[in-house]
């Protein structure tokens, strides 16, 4: 059953403390991407990454980090320099060539 | 600035009726433009793109328009049933041809039956 999926699916951190959001999938797509949503909002784009080994900033980068060790996986990070890291998060792949997006189920994060 | 607009407010008709969401834009030139579906606490899921040199694109009851004079797309259900009750998003390439589309807020869609 090819997918993107995401874990957990709810999450709770108290402030100051560093989080990892998992995102793994076995589409064998190159390309991968972490957006943040709030309610009202459209979807920011975090980090994407277009290759193995390599990633770029999105918009609201800040306060976040990413790897990409291997194709299949794409954790994030949200750090404590995070100022409002409550918010549902959420990882897409693309094949390459394509434009087309799949996204993951989501993480809702809750920082208290 | 550039901006994505989508109806803030939420679109309710009838079923069996066609609805119609709107997504304009200024101050792009997109070379496509995608509708995605998303339900509550789930990821959005691809429905259509369309490119900048097609008029319109269909598949099954979905109809997706692209006026890149107007700057505006429209997408269309027709017999809309209960279980199109979503949010739909618009979204589009603001950087030539790239892979990063930016998304609208999106439009919430509730047919009743």
């Known amino acids: 059953d090819g997918g993107i999926t995401q874990s957990p699916k709810y999450l709770f951190r108290k402030e100051g403390q560093n989080v990892t959001l998992s995102c793994e999938q076995n589409l064998n797509h190159d390309a991968m991407y972490w957006y943040r949503q709030d309610p009202g909002q459209g979807l920011r784009l975090i980090y994407y990454s277009q290759i193995v080994n390599d990633f770029q900033k999105g918009d609201i980068a800040e306060g976040y980090s990413v790897s990409r060790e291997k194709k299949e996986s794409f954790p994030l990070t949200v750090t404590s320099a995070q100022k409002n890291p409550t918010a549902f998060y959420l990882c897409a792949s693309r094949a390459s060539g394509a434009y087309e997006q799949y996204f993951g189920p989501g993480t809702r994060l809750t920082v208290t | 600035s550039q901006k994505i607009e989508q109806n803030s407010e939420a679109l309710n008709i009838q079923e069996g009726k066609t609805a119609t969401l709107t997504c304009n834009y200024t101050?792009?030139?997109?070379?496509?433009l995608q509708w995605y579906r998303q339900d509550p606490g789930r990821g959005p899921v691809f429905l259509l793109l369309i490119r900048e040199n097609e008029k319109e694109k269909r598949k099954e009851r979905l109809k997706v328009t692209f006026d890149t004079t107007l700057k505006q797309s429209l997408f269309h259900i027709t017999a809309s049933q209960p279980a199109d009750s979503a949010t739909y998003l618009c979204?589009?390439?603001?950087?030539?041809?790239?892979?990063?589309?930016?998304f609208g807020r999106g439009t919430s869609l509730i047919v009743h039956p």
């Open positions: 101050n792009y030139s997109p070379a496509y």
């Open positions: 979204a589009l390439d603001t950087s030539g041809g790239s892979y990063i589309p930016t």
